[in-house]
């Protein structure tokens, strides 16, 4: 009798091993993949036109000033009609800009912004875009250039 009470209890000792070390919720025969989940399209995100920054990426190098304009109208803008750009409060009708005219939504690059009688070389530079009622500023610091070797 003891016999079998020892091996009842081993029995169940290994039963109830078994039962822990098995996965929770695997069901089916071993290699069954489950059902894929359905795919939900994402919806690209927009920024509203409105929302878009006027004056960006204002950066000083070589001399020259440069900084991205984005048309946040509901209209077309075109350069030194609808847009002016401002150095140190000077109108600089020739900043460089890869583009005369942007629509809603689109930037460009201007890289040539360095209204020479007003640029302060290690100073302090005031940029000022005003386009369609909006206006925007940004502060940019131009390094000294080196003195002439003799």
Not at 62 to 76: C, F, L, Y
């Amino acid at each position: 009798m003891r016999k079998t009470l020892f091996a009842l209890l081993a029995i169940a000792l290994m039963v109830l091993a078994v039962a822990c070390m098995a996965p929770e919720g695997e069901e089916g025969p071993i290699g069954e993949v489950p059902p894929a989940e359905p795919v939900v399209p994402v919806e690209p995100v927009t920024v509203p036109v409105a929302e878009l920054e006027l004056l960006t990426d204002v950066v000083c190098a070589n001399g020259m000033i440069s900084g991205v304009i984005t048309n946040n109208g509901e209209e077309a803008w075109t350069l030194n009609e609808d847009i002016k750009v401002i150095l140190n409060g000077g109108w600089d009708k020739e900043p460089g800009c890869d583009k005369t005219t942007i629509e809603p939504g689109e930037s460009m690059v201007c890289d040539g912004i360095d209204f020479p009688i007003v640029q302060k070389p290690g100073k302090k530079n005031v940029v000022v875009v005003v386009a369609d009622g909006s206006r925007a500023t940004e502060e940019v610091y131009c390094p000294e250039a080196p003195a002439a070797e003799e």
